[in-house]
C-alpha cells in the first residue's frame, strides 16, 4: 500500500440499532470496490460478528489475546480475498488493558488493510474508549426512532469529547412511508436532532434478519440475482466512505441485478 490505512469507529450507546449488520455489509461493499479490509469485533460482551460472519469456530486466537501480546496479530485474523476478521474474546473477565496497546495494534494494521471497521460495544467501557481513541474516523447508527437518534446524539457528543472530527451517520431500517406521512422524523430532522452529517441511509426491509442469519452479506450470491434495497444502500455508504460522490438513494428504492453493480466496481467476478 502506498499510503496508510483508515481505521474507522462504528458505534451508538445503544444497543439493536444494527452496528454489526451494517459494519458487516460495509465491509463486504469495501471488499467488492477492491479494497483490503480488516473487521475487528470490538464487542468483548456480546461477540455476534462471527456469527455473522458465518467464523463461529475458525478462531484459535482473539483480539484481546493479541493486545496482551498472547499472539501476533496474523495468529488471530481469519479469511481471504480482501475480507478479513479479527474475533473478539469468547471470555473476557474485564481485565485492564493499557490504551496504548490499542494505538499499537491499529499502528500496524493500517500498513496492512485499506479499512479497518471496528464493531463497537453499546457502553461506554475503558477498551470502548481505547478502541475509539485509536481510530481516525467514526460512523454513528441510528435507527429511525426517537430513542435511537437520542443515543446518536449522546454519542457524537462523547466522540467529539474525544477529538474526533469527522462523524457520519447512518440512519438504518428507514421507513420513508412513515417519514412522508410525519408518522416518523425525516431525515432533515434526523440530521438536526442527532448533529450529525449523514453518509447513508437503509430503508427497512423485512427480509434482511433472515438474511443475516443465512450468512447472506451485501454482494453474497450469483451474478444474475436482483440487489435488495439495503445492498444498494450499504454499497453506496462503500462508496462515499471511498471518497465518491453518489446520490443519497441511487439506485436504491429499484435496485438492478448484481452485475450491474460489481460492473460499477470496475471488475468483473468479485463474488462472496
Known amino acids: 500500500m502506498g499510503s496508510l490505512g483508515r481505521v474507522i469507529f462504528i458505534t451508538s ?12 455489509n460495509i465491509a463486504a461493499a469495501l471488499r ?26 475458525e478462531s484459535l486466537f482473539d483480539c484481546y489475546d493479541v493486545l496482551l501480546g498472547r499472539c501476533e496479530p496474523e495468529k488471530a485474523i481469519i479469511g481471504d480475498a480482501g475480507l478479513y476478521f479479527m474475533p473478539a474474546p469468547m471470555n473476557y473477565n474485564g481485565d485492564f488493558i493499557p490504551q496504548e496497546r490499542f494505538k499499537e495494534l491499529f499502528g500496524y494494521l493500517r500498513k496492512r ?24 474516523d467514526a460512523i454513528v447508527i441510528s435507527l429511525h426512532q426517537s430513542t435511537a437518534i437520542r443515543a446518536a ?13 469527522n462523524l457520519r451517520l447512518i440512519i438504518n431500517g428507514y421507513r420513508k412511508e412513515y417519514a412522508e406521512k410525519g408518522r416518523l422524523p425525516s431525515i432533515l430532522e434526523i440530521i438536526n436532532r442527532s ?32 440487489f435488495k434495497k439495503y445492498e444498494a444502500a450499504f454499497f453506496n455508504i462503500a462508496r462515499r466512505i471511498c471518497g465518491e460522490r453518489v446520490k443519497l438513494f441511487d439506485d436504491v428504492y429499484k435496485p438492478k441485478k448484481k452485475k450491474y453493480y460489481i460492473n460499477k466496481c470496475g471488475k468483473e467476478g468479485f463474488l462472496l
Open 195 to 226: 448533529s450529525i452529517s449523514l453518509i447513508g441511509v437503509v430503508p427497512y426491509e423485512e427480509s434482511l434478519p433472515a438474511d443475516q442469519e443465512a450468512g447472506h452479506l451485501t454482494f453474497s450470491g450469483g451474478y444474475k440475482r436482483r
Open 153 to 165: 446524539e449522546k454519542t457524537a457528543v462523547k466522540l467529539v469529547g474525544l477529538g474526533f472530527k
Open 113 to 136: 488493510y485499506d479499512y479497518c471497521l471496528i464493531d463497537s460495544s453499546a457502553d461506554a467501557s475503558p477498551y470502548y474508549m481505547s478502541f475509539a481513541t485509536a481510530a481516525d
Open 32 to 57: 467488492a470496490l477492491e479494497k483490503r479490509v480488516l473487521i475487528i469485533d470490538g464487542d468483548f460482551g456480546m461477540r455476534c460478528m462471527d456469527i455473522v460472519l458465518g467464523c463461529e469456530s
Open 13 to 24: 450507546f445503544k444497543g439493536g440499532v444494527g452496528k454489526t449488520t451494517a459494519t458487516a
